[in-house]
T-cell receptor, first 113, second 114 residues
């Protein structure tokens, strides 16, 4: 069974640009969550989607947005990139929002220059 | 709101020695607790989870954890570590007040020395 797939693995963008990251969950998993991981802040929750609806949101500015498609694939978008957005972005899926335990992808390493 | 504190940022230990990684949580309702491991340049992998029932939980790779409600702790243990256990370990909590979103601790870097 294929795991959680995140694309691309690495990305370099310039300040002010926007970026879209993609996540394909494990087949049958309907919940997709996104986390930002940085050395200083650790793992910060961005948002969770279930059946195309945002169920939970973390404390990030509106520049961070996401969506989920009918096949459960998810994308997150960051507009007007700042240097501080440089991070590892991790996607995690689970069967439902109350299911217990995530399966994580390998992440997208975003560098903003 | 729930929160997680991992009491040690780094834990160096010799190969074949026992290890304990400490985790305390804060929540006003029943919680679900997890330990994840992250190897370099990879995502996180679930080691074990406590949902209910027996307070001693066994996971993969010989790890186990004990849920202690009175001390609000969920410490991770392994009786004998290997070089390959060198990684970052994250404790996490989830409860109904947060809509079952999972909050992670800051992580503990386990370094196993030969």
């Amino acid at each position: 069974k294929a795991g959680v797939t995140q694309t691309p693995r690495y990305l370099i963008k310039t300040r002010g640009q926007q970026v879209t990251l993609s996540c394909s969950p494990i087949s049958g998993h309907r919940s997709v969550s996104w986390y930002q991981q940085t050395p200083g802040q650790g793992l910060q929750f961005l948002f969770e989607y279930f059946s195309e609806t945002q169920r939970n949101k973390g404390n990030f500015p509106g520049r961070f947005s996401g969506r989920q498609f009918s096949n459960s694939r998810s994308e997150m978008n960051v507009s007007t990139l700042e240097l501080g957005d440089s991070a590892l972005y991790l996607c995690a899926s689970r069967l439902q929002t109350r299911d217990y335990g995530y399966t994580f992808g390998s992440g997208t390493r975003l560098t903003v220059v | 709101a729930q929160s997680v504190t991992q009491l040690d940022s780094q834990v160096p230990v010799f190969e074949e020695a026992p290890v304990e990684l400490r985790c305390n949580y804060s929540s006003s309702v029943s919680v679900y607790l997890f330990w994840y491991v992250q190897y370099p340049n990879q995502g996180l992998q679930l080691l074990l989870k406590y949902l209910s029932g027996s307070t001693l939980v066994k996971g993969i790779n010989g790890f186990e954890a004990e849920f202690n409600k009175s001390q609000t702790s969920f410490h991770l243990r392994k009786p004998s570590v290997h070089i390959s256990d060198t990684a970052e370990y994250f404790c996490a909590v989830s409860d109904s007040t947060g809509g079952f979103k999972t909050i992670f601790g800051a992580g503990t870097r386990l370094f196993v020395k030969a």
